[in-house]
């Protein structure tokens, strides 16, 4: 049972690069989220994502999309990369029906946009 | 705009000391409280979570609602160094939000 699962570990990008972060999860729950931390800011929402085929902003979309491919898996795509882009993203999952909507957390990826 | 807020610290206790973190929280329709852990380069890992006023105990832990006064906390029992982390609180809202609203976190060094 590997909870919630995150590829890649660490990227660099060029601005303007695109990338596509992967995650994955193998708790079977409905809801999945993506964060960004930045040093001082906190965790902040990006998008989330509240049962399979829903996606929903959150408190920084901005630069952003999101795909629900299935149940299992939520993926964040970066269209043109930008320096202000450069943080630790963090995927994660939680039981939203009938549950206590706790969240768990993948181990994220460092991402450096230069 | 809902907002948790959390003393930055860095809180500096000694080994086998009680640690004692607080949390305010402005949405006064919020239902649940959850205390994260994490360390250094690592992701969030969950504590506990609380839902009714009053105390919840885990092992060294135990957390304290109190939604009248609209504050959660965390108490930590014989500090360990292990447990120098920064601790992060967040709060869900009203019953039809799935979104938690993290703290800032607090810092927490053990001193051997």
């Known amino acids: 049972n590997a909870g919630v699962t995150q590829t890649p570990k660490f990227q660099v990008l060029k601005t303007g690069q695109s990338m596509t972060l992967q995650c994955a999860q193998d708790?079977?729950?409905?809801?999945m989220y993506w964060y960004r931390q930045d040093p001082g800011m906190g965790l902040r929402l990006i998008y989330y994502s509240a049962s399979e085929g829903t996606t929903d902003k959150g408190e920084v979309p901005n630069g952003y999309n999101v795909s629900r491919l299935n149940k299992r898996e939520f993926s964040l795509r970066l269209e043109s990369a930008a320096p202000s882009q450069t943080s630790v993203y963090f995927c994660?999952?939680?039981?939203?029906?009938?549950?206590?909507?706790?969240?768990?957390f993948g181990p994220g990826t460092r991402l450096t946009v230069t | 705009q809902k907002e948790v807020e959390q003393n930055s610290g860095p809180l500096s206790v000694p080994e086998g000391a009680i640690a004692s973190l607080n949390c305010t929280y402005s949405?006064?329709?919020?239902?649940?409280f959850f205390w994260y852990r994490q360390y250094s380069g690592k992701s969030p890992e969950l504590i506990m979570f609380?839902?009714?006023?009053g105390d919840k105990e885990d092992g060294r832990f135990t957390a304290q609602l109190n939604k009248a006064s609209q504050y959660v906390s965390l108490l930590i029992r014989d500090s360990q160094p292990s447990d120098s982390a920064t601790y992060l609180c967040?709060?869900?809202?009203?019953?039809?939000?799935?979104?938690?609203?993290f703290g800032k976190g607090t810092k927490l060094s053990v001193i051997p």
């Open positions: 949405d006064r329709g919020s239902q649940s």
């Open positions: 708790m079977n729950h409905n809801s």
């Open positions: 609380i839902y009714s006023n």
């Open positions: 967040a709060v869900k809202g009203w019953a039809g939000s799935y979104q938690l609203t």
């Open positions: 994660a999952s939680s039981e939203t029906t009938g549950g206590s909507y706790e969240q768990y």
